[in-house]
């Protein structure tokens, strides 16, 4: 138990030296890296990749992986502004959207958990598929005429000084930190990831547990495609290309294992976090966008040497599914 404490805690506290450390450099180098503008517009630009990322916690806790999540941020933008363009007010066609996202993750679901299809080709054949469903639910071109005038408060209003993006995005960690952490759906989540036989054989339905990860995932990125629609004032079907990049990256540098059973939502925050940071203080130093591409390959594979490293030296997390299922 002292072990994975002291793994669990060695991991955050070095995650979050990394944030400092790059804050740090960025501020240094540009001084329009520490201003209320850029923080805030780092914060409402990665809130998108930080709600999906919520959701894919759980489901790469339980070793499973999503990689179409960009392609449905593309059609439930497209579905949404296509809604809205026809008349539907702002509401129900958000909620519509959101069900879209939802529905490919049960359709992922279905795949990896009914037919047993490997996670990165049955996700790999929707990333394609959902793309062109987008293309052609759009009509091959952006929609952007049509729109009202409030088409753009979701993803560009504020709740007072704080973006609307962005209150969405704390309202979502502080519910999912809650799940994973309070609840039986959180326990079952690490248990599976820890060994999906000795959940099995503990009574819990690990199919039933897989589908609804899938489904919540699917629905946060829905969520996140109609927050982008509408900061676009577009639905766009080219949009999210390399979002499930960002939203791998974060999860794996928040702590979450290549091997299963261990992360947390809190680190996965601060892995989003790391990857805004690092993606505007490029930006900010005119760093081409081709070597932004190598250097978060490179802060990929590096987060992956992390966790085996920890493992190395015996600090691994996993195999703590007698400890969580008793609790349950």
């Known amino acids: 138990m002292n072990s994975r404490l002291n793994s669990r805690y060695l991991q955050r506290f070095m995650i979050i030296g990394i944030l400092l450390v790059l804050c740090v450099v960025f501020a240094v180098m540009s001084e329009e890296f520490f201003t209320y503008i850029n923080i805030r517009n780092i914060l409402r630009q990665q809130s998108m990749v930080a709600i999906t990322a919520a959701g894919a ?95 753009n408060v979701l993803g560009r209003g504020y709740i007072g000084p704080v973006p609307i993006p962005v209150v969405i995005m704390i309202l979502v960690y502080i519910v999912f930190h809650f799940v994973l952490s309070r609840t039986l759906l959180g326990k079952y989540t690490y248990a599976i990831g820890g060994n999906k036989e000795t959940a099995r054989l503990s009574g819990i339905s690990v199919a039933k547990v897989m589908v609804l990860l899938y489904v919540i995932t699917g629905l946060l990125t829905g969520l996140s495609g109609t927050i982008m629609a509408s900061r676009l004032t577009s639905g766009n079907p080219q949009i999210g290309t390399g979002f499930e990049f960002d939203v791998i990256i974060a999860v794996f540098l928040g702590g979450v294992s290549t091997t299963g059973g261990e992360g947390t939502i809190v680190g996965t925050f601060i892995g989003a976090m790391i990857v805004g940071v690092l993606s505007n203080g490029l930006n900010l130093l005119g760093v081409d966008p081709f070597y932004q591409y190598i250097i978060k390959g490179i802060v990929l594979v590096l987060a992956v040497m992390l966790d085996m490293a920890l493992k190395g030296n015996g600090l691994s997390l996993k195999s703590l599914n007698k400890r969580i299922l008793a609790k349950s």
Do not use: W
Request: proline share 4%.
């Open 57 to 151: 916690t759980f489901v790469m806790i339980t070793t499973g992986l999503d990689i179409s999540v960009g392609s449905t941020i593309a059609l439930s933008g497209v579905v949404f502004a296509k809604l809205v363009q026809g008349g539907m007010p702002l509401l129900p066609a958000c909620l519509i959207a959101i069900l879209v996202g939802g529905i490919v993750g049960l359709i992922n679901a279905s795949m990896i958990v009914g037919a047993k299809i490997n996670p990165v080709i049955a996700t790999l054949g929707s990333m394609y598929a959902v793309r062109g469903i987008a293309y052609l639910v759009a009509g091959g071109t952006t929609i952007a005429n049509g729109l009202p005038k409030n088409f």
